[in-house]
């Protein structure tokens, strides 16, 4: 007999449990569900509604049920569909009478929603921990790298050089901004679910604010059909989690171009590559790739999630079972991917001869000449004309615009001395962008030192 059973006649096809049954994937929850449980119980036996000694036999037969499934002795059964009903008709299995009081005033359409909100902040809370590693790995790198400069790329084109700390401080940014969402959605995680019951609230004397400081949620929910229909908390956090990975995804791309011999700018350690069964001369950057890769199925996830949700009429519905699978792999993969690529950085290297090499191409300081006429009060467009000119020229010869001699210059324009050299040389374009957010030396040593005292402040 189900657990729900009493108005049907027949039995379930064996064919619907095996379709319906989401035990194999949401017993994951159970730490959350026999917390929610266990907060459940207190508060029916403070309003009277089951005894202390009820409430007493629950608690201990929840921590029994917990130890069993920690050390994988618990035996699901696919016929109790869920994690919920396996906990609840374990526990009356055990304790008789006083665990079927447990699911007094409450309901699985609350009980589920109050499972994935402790386990998407739990989530949160390790996922914005990892961020945070990642960002400290960008800041070593920045300061290791303090002094190398790279050429910036606009288009893929080599446009102005800049130093490597600087670059890596453009991803310590981005993950910061990705701690931020995560921050901002656990406002909307943090509410307490549980009393809305079925979907109409009940009639039964609950207290929802002891609930809630049980379980340290700031917030009772207020509609009890909004709550037992909502997933948006889902879909936020499944929209944080796929900028995280678009952000990696972008990093393993440049990883990627900057490994090939074209590049050369970068050597990955050895442990975090893997050759060909075919080419023995190969070392492939297969974690990168791998984490571009994943960026499909975490985007998916939250398509998922979006279609999921835009039919469903009030309140709850099955089809919000669907929620668990995608939400799940889309934690396993950030985390997996955001560890993998902390500890992969720990061991890049800059070949720094090839960033050299690669900066004496490209005309990269051709702005900085323009700067340079500028200053001399020429007017930004007749300087950029100038300049394209003698860009022109030196392309035509072969040679770099930072390779022209003075009396090459002065055919360009009479205004140009000697001083012009300290611009036009690689570091001192990068020194003279001082500008608040410009990649000069000392801008660049403050955005370190505000990093690590932020990373400081909040680990
Ligand atoms: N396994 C269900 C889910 O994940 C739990 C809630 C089921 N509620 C119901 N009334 N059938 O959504």
């Known amino acids: 007999m189900k657990m729900w059973g009493g108005r049907f006649a027949e039995g379930t096809a064996a064919s619907v449990e095996a379709f319906t049954a989401s035990i194999h994937f949401d017993a994951r929850l159970y730490r959350h569900d026999i917390a929610g449980s266990r907060a459940h119980a207190r508060m029916l036996a403070r309003q009277g509604l089951i005894s202390e000694a009820e409430c007493a036999l629950i608690l201990a037969g929840l921590a029994e049920i917990e130890g069993e499934i920690e050390r994988g002795e618990f035996v699901f059964r696919p016929e109790l569909e869920d994690i919920h ?82 670059h890596m401080l453009a991803y310590y940014e981005m993950f910061g901004r990705d701690r931020a969402r995560l921050a901002d959605g656990l406002k909307r995680i943090n509410v307490l679910p549980l009393g809305a019951a079925a979907l109409a609230g009940t009639g039964l004397p609950i207290d929802r604010e002891f609930v809630a400081e049980q379980l340290d949620f700031p917030a009772v929910s207020a509609n009890s059909m909004d709550t037992v229909a909502d997933r948006d908390f889902v879909i936020e956090f499944a929209a944080a989690a796929a900028l995280i990975q678009v952000h990696l995804s972008r990093l393993a791309e440049e990883l990627v171009l900057w490994t090939s011999e074209e590049f050369s700018f970068v050597t990955l350690p050895d442990a975090f590559c893997t050759g060909s069964s075919i080419m023995p001369q190969k070392k492939n950057p297969d974690v990168p790739e791998l984490i571009r890769g994943k960026s499909g199925r975490v985007i998916g996830h939250l398509v998922a999630l979006l279609t999921l949700l835009k039919g469903l009429p009030l309140t709850y519905n099955r089809d919000l079972q669907e929620d668990k699978e995608p939400v799940f792999d889309t934690v396993d993969t950030v985390a997996a991917s955001l560890t993998l690529a902390a500890e992969l950085l720990a061991g890049l290297r800059f070949n720094e001869e090839k960033l050299a090499a690669a900066l004496s191409r490209g005309c990269m300081t051709a702005t900085d000449l323009a700067d340079y006429l500028v200053r001399k009060q020429v007017p930004f467009r007749q300087a950029h004309a100038i300049v394209g000119r003698a860009v022109a020229y030196a392309l035509e010869q072969g040679r770099d615009v930072g390779e022209l001699s003075l009396i090459e210059l002065r055919r360009f324009a009479e205004i140009i001395e000697e001083d012009v050299f300290a611009v036009l040389s690689v570091s001192g374009s990068v020194a003279s962008r001082r500008s608040w957010g410009g990649t000069a030396g000392e801008r660049v040593d403050e955005a370190i030192a505000r990093a690590q005292e932020s990373l400081r402040a909040e680990g």
């Open 85 to 166: 009903m396996n906990i609840e008709k374990s526990l009356a299995e055990r304790i008789g009478p006083a665990g079927e009081k447990l699911h007094t005033a409450r309901s699985r359409n609350d009980q589920v929603a109050l499972d994935l909100r402790l386990y998407l902040r739990e989530e949160s809370r390790r996922i914005m921990a990892l961020l945070a590693e990642l960002q400290g790995a960008f800041v070593e790198l920045a300061r290791r790298y303090r002094q190398t400069v790279m050429p910036g790329y606009t288009h893929l084109q080599r446009a102005q050089p800049v130093l490597v700390a600087h």
